[in-house]
């Protein structure tokens, strides 16, 4: 972890291809833009295409009241499970084992902050920004993120091929 409770704690990754963690330097960056704007202490934080857990857990560590994780990779799961156990956040914290759209369609939460860290070949933005339950994301892509009416670019910033965006819905009403 980069900072807060949980700082210089070394999580597990899963195996394999199908999570790309956040560089440290990239996360370090991230949180201390969302840091700037007020965007992490007692908030609700949603990490959807969760990975490891290391963004929403870096969240919880710097302050965030409460984060959810969501992820379809079963190792995905068992890794934020063991993250959650290693730094002492699982009491702030949900995991849940399924898809993004079966998340966001069934859930009755809203959050303050959702992070957005889905596979690179993922193209669906629109979607998914047009159903995510959050006045605040981070976006993280290979490529810059198209965002959909009614939601406005807060700070964009590229990390060597990884680009972060932090947008904000303008419509709260569509929430």
């Known amino acids: 972890m980069v900072a807060g409770e949980a700082r210089g704690l070394h999580l597990v ?3 394999g291809d199908a999570v790309r963690p956040t560089t440290q330097r990239t996360r370090e960056a991230v949180f201390n833009s969302l840091g700037s704007l007020g965007l992490i202490e007692d908030m609700t934080v949603l990490d959807l295409f969760a990975g490891s857990g ?3 857990i870096e969240a919880l560590s710097r ?5 959810v994780f969501v992820d379809t990779d079963a190792e995905a799961v068992q890794a934020v499970q063991e ?3 290693i730094t002492k956040l699982s009491g702030d914290a949900t995991i849940r084992r399924e898809d993004w759209e079966t998340f966001v369609s069934r859930t009755s939460e809203t959050f ?3 992070i957005l860290d ?3 070949t993922f193209t669906d933005w629109a ?3 047009e159903s995510v339950p959050a006045r605040f994301v981070v976006a993280e892509s ?3 993120v198209e965002l959909p009416p009614g939601w406005i670019k807060v700070r964009e910033r590229s990390y060597g091929a990884t680009v972060v965006v932090i947008a904000e819905v303008v419509d709260l009403e569509a929430l």
Do not use: C, V, W
């Open 54 to 56: 290391a963004m929403g």
């Open 127 to 129: 979607k998914l920004l």
């Open 142 to 144: 290979g490529h810059a």
């Open 118 to 120: 889905p596979p690179y």
């Open 13 to 15: 990754t899963p195996e």
């Open 112 to 114: 303050d902050l959702a």
């Open 83 to 85: 993250n959650l156990a």
């Open 63 to 67: 302050g965030a009241r409460s984060a």
